[in-house]
């Protein structure tokens, strides 16, 4: 199918003329088409996903987790026949034993065609710290809207896509889907992406996509514990749906002890904002492992029994996702019986998106 760029051309921004060209290519700066995906504008660094304020307020490993670009993405539209890249991370390794360096620390290049979002190419890193790579050499001529999503695993200190001197290049300046509100997800590492094949396959870069709607990956690896701090910063923001997936990081007490006040504290600064909670999904291997079956098990009953409070006490615009089924039933989804490959985040992107659509 024949690239189609947007039919209203009035989106369209200035040609970036003025980029400097090297090597035959002109390179941008990507923070100059406009950067999506961060819920806050006052970072202390052009791509960490938490304000700066936030140093000292929650956890030290979820301030870190915060540098990593997760879920940070750009757009633009070009005639360019040639499509590179060059970026800098900011952290060692790459890669990680149970996921791949395309995931942690690489790009991922789409294009809007006829029938939406489709791939068309991945920055794969090869060195620490600066890469500089051809994304999608030879593309057939036409003027295409292309996003660009950012690592799930690391930071970045800077990142340019180069293309030819004569192209046309423009900013997007129109919110995708129309809606400026976005879907904010927060939770766990498999919010964040892991262990995805590379940045667009993590669930909410594919409900985006599917929805055609900006959204924001709150995910942090190892967290996502719905701690007080986590729920003021969360209310500061105006989404369309708040998207919480964090019972696979808490223990039943916890469950008990942290989830309504925080969806209280989300209700009370955003009355009428729908609020989602996801329970755990089953892990693939507990069917055989009993102390693994009680552990997921023991924390979705505990959030159906905060669910029902919930509703009980008269908060509404509060939705429930049940865990089984989320992965299929074939153990094939998840590299360690946990983090999901490329198919369970799939599925859980299908399990999601019957809920989200009329939500929105």
Known sequence: MQDQGPQDLSRLDENFASAPVEDGLRWID???????????????????????????????????????????????????????????????????????????????????????????????????????????????????????????????????????????????????????????????????GGCASRPGMAYPSILGRRLDRPFLNLGFSGNGRMEPAMARLLAELDPSVYVLDCVPNLQPGEVTERVEPFVLALRAARADTPIVLVESMPYQDAAH??????????????????????????IDRVHYVQGDGLLGTDGEATVDGTHFTDLGFMRMADALEGLLRPLL
């Open 30 to 192: 990507i923070r100059q088409f406009g950067l999506e995906g961060r819920g806050w504008t006052n970072t202390a660094h052009p791509f960490d996903r938490l304000p700066a304020r936030a140093e000292g307020l929650v956890p030290d490993p979820v301030w870190q987790l915060g540098r990593l670009s997760a879920g940070l993405r750009v757009r633009l539209v070009t005639d360019a026949t040639a499509i590179a890249a060059r970026w800098r991370v900011l952290f060692e390794p790459l890669g990680a034993p149970h996921m791949a360096a395309t995931c942690v620390s690489g790009l991922d290049l789409y294009v809007r065609d006829g029938a939406g979002w489709h791939w068309l190419a991945t920055g794969q890193p090869q060195e620490f710290p600066d890469n500089t790579g051809a994304l999608a050499p030879d593309l057939s001529p036409g003027r295409r809207e292309l996003m660009l999503y950012l690592p799930l695993y690391n930071g970045v200190a800077s990142v340019a896509v180069g293309v030819p001197p004569e192209a046309f290049v423009g900013r997007v300046t129109e919110p995708q889907g129309g809606d400026a509100r976005p879907i904010c997800f927060y939770g766990t590492s498999i919010v964040q």
């Open 289 to 314: 492992r009993p102390e693994r079956h009680a552990r997921y098990t023991a924390a979705n009953v505990a959030l159906r029994r905060a669910f029902e409070r919930l509703r009980a006490g008269g």
